[in-house]
């Protein structure tokens, strides 16, 4: 029996563990996850939760925005661009660069103040680009760990700028999902050219 995702330290350990998972599965543009991807899932979370493993750093996001085009991470568009930080800053968000991405007018005004996953799930079909999940992710485990939370019932921890309900349980298949708008491009591309007909 699955074993219940109660604690703050549990409910963000599993959904990175699911983020690693579809990743790995993303980048080898797996259609669906196989056997070794939950094996991956599961040693991850574990290593996590008993703290033999940790995120990776934020100087890896660092080495991936440099590679990224001038675009909104949200949508794609190329004009009206304005930083945008991923947690609100009026929600507690840092203001450093950690906490930001390009982001187009409309997606700016649209996700407003609001928590990352529950903007997406009102206004888009899907989950938000892997990388956004990722910085989003990345500075709850922070902010938890520096806090001591970890361990606090995550139904309780309300007064936090992480609002906890809308984070997935699980992820879609790495078909439906993408790093960024930028690397399914790049990937389709790639396919095309070493594809040929039959690509």
């Not at 574990?46 to 493993?53: C, E, F, I």
């Not at 990224?68 to 949508?75: D, F, G, T, V, W």
């Not at 970890?150 to 007064?159: N, S």
């Amino acid at each position: 029996m699955e074993k219940k995702r109660s604690t703050v330290g549990e409910r963000l350990h599993w959904a990175y563990a699911n983020l690693g998972m579809a990743e790995m599965a993303v980048h080898k543009s797996s259609s669906k996850y196989s056997t070794l991807h939950f094996m991956v899932r599961a040693k991850f979370n574990k290593g996590l939760n008993d703290g033999t493993m940790s995120p990776r750093t934020m100087m890896k996001d660092q080495k991936v925005r440099m590679k990224l085009p001038m675009e909104c991470i949200y949508c794609g568009a190329s004009e009206n661009l304005a930083i945008d930080h991923v947690v609100p800053r009026n929600r507690g968000g840092t203001d450093g660069g950690d906490n930001a991405v390009w982001a187009c007018r409309s997606c700016n005004s649209s996700k407003s103040d609001q928590d990352l996953f529950e903007w997406w799930s009102k206004k888009r079909i899907g989950m938000p680009p892997l990388f956004v999940i990722r910085v989003y992710l990345k500075q709850a485990i922070e902010y938890f760990t520096s806090a001591a939370r970890l361990e606090e019932p995550w139904t309780e921890a309300t007064d936090t700028p992480y609002d906890l309900k809308w984070i997935p349980e699980e992820f879609l298949a790495p078909s439906e999902l993408h790093f960024t708008l930028y690397h399914s491009r790049r990937q389709k591309e790639a396919e095309q050219d070493g594809g040929g007909n039959g690509g």
